[in-house]
Each structure stands twice: as structure tokens, then as C-alpha cells.
């Protein structure tokens, strides 16, 4: 039996938190932003996103997709996905963009 699973995030201003917009199956959901920085100044470099997905009831999983609802993504990784739990990293900050993190099954 197929269960939709899935988040939608609101990310908005930098420097903002993430607001989920709709999700199905899920337990709990969040998410850390990473900093880089020179050493020496502090300067600030960039930025990345880790999202972890824990789900309600196990899901046959299969996939996981990632839709920017037509705009833009950075890269991304998933890192991790079992029938129990997602884990999502987006290589650079994500600015006023809606993402959908799906699980197919």
C-alpha cells in the first residue's frame, strides 16, 4: 500500500528559519543550517542546509526526489534513507524557495 510521504519547506529571507508549508508522514522534521567562514576573519563563505525527515509509519522506500516547483536548486545529497527516516544536504543557502522533499513509494 502506498502512503504519500512528503514535506514542503518555506525557506525565505537568509538568515530566516524555514516554515513547512504541508507534510504528509511525518513525524518530526528539521533541519540545521551550517556556516563557513575564513579562520583568520570570520568572513562568511557560504552556507548549507541539512534537512532530517522522520517518518510516522515506515514507508517502502524507494526514492527520495527533491522539487523546486520550477526555480533552482543548489546541489544536494541524500545521505541517508531507509523505510524509517530521510536525511537531505543542500550544498548552498536556499533564499526565498519553496522545496518539496519526497519519498516515492
Same mark, same amino acid.
Given at each position: 500500500v $502506498? ?9 525565505n ?6 516554515v513547512i508549508a504541508?507534510s504528509?508522514? =511525518?513525524w518530526?522534521t528539521?533541519?540545521?543550517?551550517y556556516?563557513?567562514?575564513?579562520k583568520e576573519t570570520?568572513r562568511? =563563505?557560504? @552556507?548549507?542546509?541539512?534537512v532530517?525527515?522522520?517518518f510516522? @509509519?515506515?514507508?517502502?522506500e524507494k526514492q527520495?526526489?527533491i522539487?523546486?516547483?520550477?526555480q533552482? =536548486?543548489?546541489a544536494y545529497?541524500?545521505v541517508?534513507a531507509n $523505510? @524509517?527516516?530521510?536525511?537531505v544536504?543542500?550544498?548552498e543557502?536556499?533564499?526565498? @524557495? ?8
Amino acid at each position: 500500500v $502506498s502512503m504519500p510521504t512528503f514535506v514542503t519547506i518555506q525557506f525565505n529571507q537568509e538568515d530566516s528559519t524555514p516554515v513547512i508549508a504541508d507534510s504528509k508522514n =511525518l513525524w518530526r522534521t528539521t533541519w540545521f543550517d551550517y556556516h563557513f567562514a575564513e579562520k583568520e576573519t570570520g568572513r562568511r =563563505l557560504g @552556507k548549507s542546509w541539512a534537512v532530517f525527515l522522520v517518518f510516522e @509509519k515506515p514507508v517502502p522506500e524507494k526514492q527520495v526526489t527533491i522539487n523546486g516547483h520550477g526555480q533552482s =536548486l543548489p546541489a544536494y545529497n541524500v545521505v541517508d534513507a531507509n $523505510s @524509517k527516516s530521510a536525511v537531505v544536504i543542500f550544498q548552498e543557502d536556499i533564499v526565498n @524557495k519553496v522545496v518539496t522533499i519526497n519519498v516515492e513509494n
